[in-house]
């Protein structure tokens, strides 16, 4: 039986927000099979890392107003490189399979061309993340191509990592 669709908004993180996008953030860091980050944000720290980003979006159950999950979006590069964006998601475990994710993705992705980035590219797309590998290719993202062994599992186990693109100027 698959999970019901909720009512989300996405809007911009604010101060009330910091809490509930770092607990989403750090249950994804802390599952160790899709972020590189080892360590998880501090109290102290998430206020400051998400305000170092471009933008960061929170999406929130609608009734509640409870954080379902947040992106940070920034660029990827510099210079001659700076359209480029790069952007991550992290959906609480109780709030995925249920279109969370996609929403967080497309709202990205008006977002960094509004901000006037032309493409969003994806670094490293862990190669057994099957469901966001799924959700990149739905919506649109070119894989790029494949780095072996780029992902290191906590069990010292490595996974090849997926590169993927989206051209903004055509969404």
């Given at each position: 039986?698959?999970?019901?669709?909720?009512?989300?908004?996405?809007?911009?993180?604010?101060?009330?927000?910091?809490?509930g996008?770092?607990?989403?953030?750090?249950?994804?860091?802390?599952?160790?099979?899709?972020?590189?980050?080892?360590?998880?944000?501090?109290?102290?720290?998430?206020?400051?890392f998400?305000?170092?980003?471009?933008?960061?979006?929170?999406a929130r159950?609608?009734?509640?107003?409870?954080?379902?999950?947040?992106y940070?979006?920034?660029?990827?590069?510099?210079?001659?490189?700076?359209?480029?964006?790069?952007a991550?998601?992290?959906?609480?475990?109780?709030?995925?399979?249920?279109?969370?994710?996609?929403?967080l993705?497309?709202h990205?992705?008006s977002?960094?061309?509004?901000?006037?980035?032309?493409?969003l590219?994806?670094?490293?797309?862990?190669?057994?993340?099957?469901?966001?590998?799924?959700?990149?290719?739905?919506?649109?993202?070119?894989?790029?191509?494949?780095?072996p062994?780029?992902f290191?599992?906590?069990?010292g186990?490595?996974?090849?990592?997926?590169?993927?693109?989206?051209d903004?100027?055509?969404?």
């Amino acid at each position: 039986m698959g999970r019901t669709a909720m009512s989300v908004t996405i809007e911009q993180l604010t101060a009330q927000d910091v809490e509930g996008a770092r607990s989403a953030w750090n249950e994804v860091v802390a599952a160790g099979d899709a972020f590189p980050q080892i360590d998880e944000l501090g109290p102290d720290e998430a206020a400051d890392f998400f305000a170092s980003q471009s933008f960061t979006g929170v999406a929130r159950d609608t009734g509640s107003g409870r954080v379902l999950g947040v992106y940070i979006l920034h660029p990827n590069n510099v210079g001659r490189c700076g359209h480029i964006a790069n952007a991550s998601y992290a959906v609480s475990g109780a709030s995925r399979g249920r279109g969370v994710g996609e929403q967080l993705v497309r709202h990205s992705m008006s977002t960094a061309a509004r901000l006037g980035f032309r493409i969003l590219q994806f670094n490293a797309v862990v190669s057994t993340n099957h469901s966001a590998r799924a959700l990149y290719e739905r919506l649109g993202f070119v894989e790029i191509g494949h780095v072996p062994g780029g992902f290191r599992y906590d069990s010292g186990e490595y996974a090849d990592i997926t590169l993927y693109y989206a051209d903004l100027t055509r969404c």
